[in-house]
């Protein structure tokens, strides 16, 4: 459920008609729900009632500061992916103690940075980085917390661009070596191993390749304390998806995933997080786009739009399925048509949809994509020196932008030339 709904035929960012911010800050632009981002934190927050949990928004998802102090506020911790998303986090106000890092390949630098400002835990993903976690926490003279991502070999069944738990990818280190792994951490003064960490993929839309992945997270965590390691917090990851279209076939609910996280770990007494980004961010969220120009083609029309591949890539990248709505309803009885859907950019991979049905749309007129919120801002990139679009974030009758548009100046002037030129 979110709150962009229509009133009277138009479309609503909670009490704020869509139209209206498109007229003060112009388009492409995203916009958040500020309700439905409490709403989605508090269903996971809710879900684990009953035991000891951090939720850990995900940030890598949409990092706005403003998202992140709202969500913060709310008493949700973050999950970083690098550096800058720790800086990030700490400017918007989050406690270091409230900061997971996690992520393939932290830097000496990226490491130092958290160590200094203070840190939850590193969920460590290879022995390389443990032993450069263990040099800079000597040099600071501190301890490290940390868990260890571990690989447990599960099919996500989702995307294989998002997959992160089978053993050819990336990710963790392979759930059979973990003794070994562990024993290795333990031998470093400055670490703390903590306990375990495990993140299979993105967008899952089952519950059971959770349902493996935390059974085999469960035994190892009994293993590992048969060996003498002091397991007291699981760190489960994010992952659980979230509909991109109204249809029937809605993945599990957070309440369902909470309850499978009590059944397969509840029995161990360990500390939980968990480490939702789409979840929370995506379906509060909308890109809106302005129709530049209908166009005919042979056999075909399409809708030339203002936004494109840019400023939300899903489709491009992922082939992923947005809604697309026009911001004022047509008519009741109105006949739809199908249009091919596209930006601007010079590239045929800049197509948001091929022959979806819309009403009757014209130059001028305001379209939204649902459920941008997650990984389409922070995607964005300015190909075709096309500015970064701003956001906005709606709180029931007000708004704010909570990124500017930048100028043409401001991107030219970031260039910098040679003396020989
Ligand atoms: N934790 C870790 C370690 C992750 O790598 C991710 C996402 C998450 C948590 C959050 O997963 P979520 O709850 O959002 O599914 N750009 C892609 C998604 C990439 C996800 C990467 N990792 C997309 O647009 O579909």
Same mark, same amino acid.
């Given at each position: 459920?979110?709150?962009?709904?229509?009133?009277?035929?138009?479309?609503?960012?909670?009490?704020?008609?869509?139209?209206?911010?498109?007229?003060?800050?112009?388009?492409?632009?995203?916009?958040?729900?500020?309700?439905?981002?409490?709403?989605?934190?508090?269903?996971?927050?809710?879900?684990?009632?009953?035991?000891?949990?951090?939720?850990?928004?995900?940030?890598?998802?949409?990092?706005?500061?403003?998202?992140?102090?709202?969500?913060?506020?709310?008493?949700?911790?973050?999950?970083?992916?690098?550096?800058?998303?720790?800086?990030?986090?700490?400017?918007?106000?989050?406690?270091?103690?409230?900061?997971?890092?996690?992520?393939?390949?932290?830097?000496?630098?990226?490491?130092?940075?958290?160590?200094?400002?203070?840190?939850?835990?590193?969920?460590?993903?290879?022995?390389?980085?443990?032993?450069?976690?263990?040099?800079?926490?000597?040099?600071?003279?501190?301890?490290?917390?940390?868990?260890?991502?571990?690989?447990?070999?599960?099919?996500?069944?989702?995307?294989?661009?998002?997959?992160?738990?089978?053993?050819?990818?990336?990710?963790?280190?392979?759930?059979?070596?973990?003794?070994?792994?562990?024993?290795?951490?333990?031998?470093?003064?400055?670490?703390?191993?903590?306990? !375990?960490?495990?993140?299979?993929?993105?967008?899952?839309?089952?519950?059971?390749?959770?349902?493996?992945?935390?059974?085999?997270?469960?035994?190892?965590?009994?293993?590992?304390?048969?060996?003498?390691?002091?397991?007291?917090?699981?760190?489960?990851?994010?992952?659980?998806?979230?509909?991109?279209?109204?249809?029937?076939?809605?993945?599990?609910?957070?309440?369902?995933?909470?309850?499978?996280?009590?059944?397969?770990?509840?029995?161990?007494?360990?500390? !939980?997080?968990?480490?939702?980004?789409?979840?929370?961010?995506?379906?509060?969220?909308?890109?809106?786009?302005?129709?530049?120009?209908?166009?005919?083609?042979?056999?075909?029309?399409?809708?030339?739009?203002?936004?494109?591949?840019?400023?939300?890539?899903?489709?491009?990248?992922?082939?992923?399925?947005?809604? !697309?709505?026009?911001?004022?309803?047509?008519?009741?009885?109105?006949?739809?048509?199908?249009?091919?859907?596209?930006?601007?950019?010079?590239?045929?991979?800049?197509?948001?949809?091929?022959?979806?049905?819309?009403?009757?749309?014209?130059?001028?007129?305001?379209?939204?994509?649902?459920?941008?919120?997650?990984?389409?801002?922070?995607?964005?990139?300015?190909?075709?020196?096309?500015?970064?679009?701003?956001?906005?974030?709606?709180?029931?009758?007000?708004?704010?932008? !909570?990124?500017?548009?930048?100028?043409?100046?401001?991107?030219?002037?970031?260039?910098?030339?040679?003396?020989?030129?």
């Amino acid at each position: 459920m979110d709150h962009f709904l229509y009133r009277d035929g138009a479309l609503y960012a909670e009490d704020v008609p869509i139209s209206e911010i498109a007229a003060a800050v112009g388009t492409p632009f995203y916009v958040y729900s500020t309700a439905t981002l409490l709403r989605h934190f508090k269903l996971f927050d809710d879900a684990l009632d009953g035991t000891d949990h951090l939720v850990c928004y995900a940030m890598k998802a949409a990092s706005n500061q403003a998202i992140l102090k709202t969500l913060a506020q709310a008493g949700a911790g973050m999950d970083v992916v690098s550096g800058g998303e720790y800086l990030r986090a700490k400017a918007a106000g989050v406690p270091g103690d409230r900061i997971v890092f996690s992520g393939v390949g932290k830097t000496a630098d990226e490491i130092r940075t958290a160590l200094s400002g203070g840190i939850r835990q590193f969920n460590v993903e290879s022995e390389p980085e443990m032993e450069v976690i263990n040099a800079v926490a000597l040099e600071l003279g501190v301890v490290a917390p940390i868990t260890v991502r571990v690989n447990p070999d599960v099919d996500a069944k989702t995307h294989a661009k998002i997959a992160t738990g089978k053993s050819e990818n990336k990710f963790g280190i392979p759930i059979a070596r973990a003794s070994e792994v562990y024993a290795h951490a333990a031998s470093l003064p400055g670490l703390e191993v903590i306990g !375990i960490d495990v993140h299979i993929g993105s967008q899952l839309t089952e519950l059971e390749p959770f349902e493996l992945a935390y059974t085999k997270v469960a035994e190892l965590t009994e293993k590992l304390r048969a060996e003498g390691h002091n397991i007291r917090r699981l760190d489960l990851g994010g992952g659980l998806g979230i509909p991109y279209t109204r249809s029937n076939d809605a993945p599990p609910l957070p309440v369902e995933y909470g309850a499978l996280i009590k059944k397969t770990l509840g029995h161990l007494d360990c500390e !939980i997080e968990i480490e939702p980004g789409r979840l929370i961010a995506g379906n509060a969220g909308l890109m809106v786009s302005k129709v530049i120009y209908v166009k005919s083609g042979e056999g075909r029309d399409f809708l030339i739009l203002d936004g494109a591949m840019n400023d939300l890539i899903r489709p491009a990248m992922y082939e992923a399925h947005h809604d !697309i709505v026009a911001v004022q309803e047509p008519a009741p009885g109105v006949e739809r048509q199908p249009y091919d859907i596209v930006g601007p950019v010079c590239e045929t991979g800049d197509t948001f949809a091929k022959q979806r049905n819309m009403p009757p749309l014209k130059s001028g007129d305001l379209i939204a994509f649902r459920s941008a919120g997650a990984y389409g801002a922070v995607m964005a990139s300015e190909y075709n020196t096309r500015p970064l679009i701003p956001e906005v974030l709606v709180n029931g009758d007000q708004f704010a932008v !909570i990124r500017e548009r930048p100028s043409f100046d401001e991107i030219i002037n970031r260039d910098t030339i040679p003396s020989w030129l």
